[in-house]
């Protein structure tokens, strides 16, 4: 490191420092206009929040928010974690061939390389199609949940991979010798080993499924409005409000309280440097 | 013997499906077959409602290349290129930006790497809407920087620096450039210094030794930011909803359009189509390039 002349890393700290406030321009200014003048209050103040808090439509849209975060991260946790545990642990050595190897990874990377407008256009086709032939799954907070569950958990079956395979596959073995059935092995050696990527791999889900705004807005029907597609389309309908920044702002301060809640549990846990995932 | 491991075998990928299979399935059921029926719709006639219908034809695609009741344009091919245009410029501005960040961030003392880290990412875990949304404040003809760029004559008075292809330019980076600091972390964080060193001792300039010791170290990561950055960029569809007109449309609004405003669903899978095959000839582009500098995904699956 002290290979760095003095000059460059001076040089590198001046370019950086823009760079982070940048970052956080943006973030900054819908906190500050938030507590602008608005009509009726013509300083400084906090009405707009006031209004948020009464206004039903705002309520409903974060209860609606927060069932499909929560549900839908709890069924993608499960299905993520048993796909990163059966691929660590089941995939045979040689790599599995075409049918073992190669397909369940292209299944599972699927979701994430795929454009999320062609993601979310093609689960509106889908839905569309499905409830035309059999009057199932109309477009509403279920086939948003369904669509949420389809791209968090191949981002949680690559967090618990990412653990099992930085693990000594001799423990395993070490658990059948010690008489260990596969259930008790399960339960006394898998989940304490994947408790960090599990509770990571949850979180990251809530966070994925908060931040959706694409495949949310094709998947939703008239009566799922959620918060990003609330804010969309009364930017659409009225352009800036303090309103609209009050909520952007409480959504700001949430996932960055999640973000650093989550790190700091984390930190004390894992001592190998991990990098967060960018969402 | 043979029997014993061959029913050990099956034993794996039986436990194997049993793990992995439910996973597996819903991906296949919820998105492999939802996007193979997109696809396929391609290849059906439009009715007057816009839905598809029998007899199967190519005139969506002879729509996507600019054919229409009104004879050829090339609008289309205006929206394809812009797209291009902007996913690759502002990819660009992603890498020049990451570098001095990455740069600056590994130079620090360990223990204070992971938190400039998370401060670089925790902006791109907030609502992308509410992201752009604030370039919409920051851009508009009544914001200050609109203001400065109207008194600078950089743009005609009245005029704000958004709707427009700059705003959506700025957008794109803003919301893009975790996902190239990220992977250049990671490779950054691993780079053999000694290589520095020993180009230091033979008398290597600055240039030199960053393009000849530095650089090739990070090019994994680099690449890695490219797909990151490019393949979501190219296909966005907030942004430019939201920060570009109908002069800076992009290839995302364009297929939206056909599925929602004005219905043509054949159109618009084909227009998918054309998105995918520009995706997936980055993707595999730059996987090969990869793997032709043999860098490692690490703990990929």
């Known amino acids: 490191m002290s290979t760095i002349p003095r000059k460059i890393q001076h040089a590198l700290f001046g370019i950086s420092l823009p760079v982070y406030l940048l970052l956080y321009t943006p973030l900054a200014v819908i906190a500050i206009f938030s507590f602008g003048p608005s009509l009726g209050h013509p300083t400084v103040n906090v009405a707009a929040y006031g209004l948020l808090l009464q206004d039903p439509e705002v309520m409903a849209a974060l209860r609606r928010s927060l069932t499909l975060a929560l549900c839908s991260a709890a069924l993608g946790t499960l299905l993520g974690t048993l796909m990163g545990f059966g691929l660590s642990r089941f995939r045979p050595a040689t790599g599995g061939g075409f049918w073992l190897g190669t397909l369940p990874s292209l299944i599972i990377y699927l979701p994430i390389i795929m454009p999320s407008l062609v993601f979310g256009i093609s689960e509106l086709i889908f839905f569309n199609f499905v409830h035309e032939y059999t009057g199932l799954l109309s477009a509403g907070l279920l086939t948003m949940g369904i669509a949420h569950v389809t791209f968090q958990s191949p981002y949680v079956a690559l967090v618990v991979y990412a653990r099992l395979a930085g693990l000594d596959p001799n423990l395993f073995e070490a658990s059948q010798d010690l008489y260990a059935n596969p259930i008790k092995s399960f339960l006394f050696l898998t989940i304490p080993v994947v408790r960090p990527a599990l509770i990571g791999g949850f979180l990251l889900a809530i966070t994925l499924s908060i931040d959706d705004f694409t495949i949310s807005f094709f998947t939703a029907g008239p009566g799922s409005v959620t918060l990003p597609i609330y804010i969309y389309s009364a930017i659409a309908r009225k352009g800036a409000s303090p309103e609209i920044n009050a909520l952007g702002s409480l959504m700001i301060a949430s996932v960055i309280g999640i973000a650093l809640l989550y790190y700091f549990i984390t930190r004390h846990r894992e001592r190998s440097t991990r990098i967060p995932a960018v969402a | ?301």
């Open chain 2, 1 to 301: 013997m043979t029997t014993a491991v061959q029913t050990e075998a099956r034993g794996r990928a039986w436990r194997l499906w049993l793990t992995s299979g439910p996973g597996l399935f819903w991906i296949v059921l919820f998105l492999l077959i939802p996007s193979g029926i997109m696809l396929g719709i391609a290849f059906f006639t439009n009715s007057d409602f816009g839905s598809p219908v029998l007899p199967l034809s190519l005139d969506s695609f002879s729509e996507v290349a600019g054919y229409g009741i009104l004879g050829w344009s090339g609008a289309n091919f205006t929206v394809l290129l812009r797209s291009l245009l902007q996913a690759g410029i502002a990819t660009s501005i992603t890498i020049l930006l990451a570098y001095p960040l990455v740069f600056f961030i590994v130079t620090r003392p360990p223990s204070l790497r992971p938190v400039l880290l998370l401060f670089a990412i925790v902006p791109s875990w907030t609502n992308q809407v509410v992201r752009t949304y604030a370039w919409m404040e920051l851009l508009n003809p009544f914001a200050p920087v609109s203001h400065i760029a109207q008194t600078l004559g950089l743009i005609p008075p009245h005029l704000g620096l958004m709707p427009g292809n700059f705003a959506v330019l700025i957008g794109l980076t803003y919301n893009y450039l975790p996902y190239m600091v990220v992977p250049l972390y990671a490779a950054a964080e691993k780079l053999d210094w000694t290589l520095v060193e020993a180009g230091r001792d033979l008398y290597a300039s600055g240039t030199k030794l960053f393009f000849n010791a530095v650089f090739p170290q990070t090019l994994p990561g680099l690449l890695s930011g490219i797909i990151l950055v490019g393949i979501p960029a190219f296909g966005d569809y907030v942004v430019p909803q939201l920060l570009g007109g109908d002069k800076a449309m992009m290839l995302g609004s364009l297929i939206a359009d056909q599925f929602t405003f004005s219905p043509n669903w054949p159109y618009g899978a084909a227009l998918t189509i054309i998105m995918l095959v520009f995706t997936c000839v980055g993707l595999i582009t730059f996987r090969r390039l990869t793997q032709k500098l043999g860098g490692g995904e690490g703990a990929m699956l």
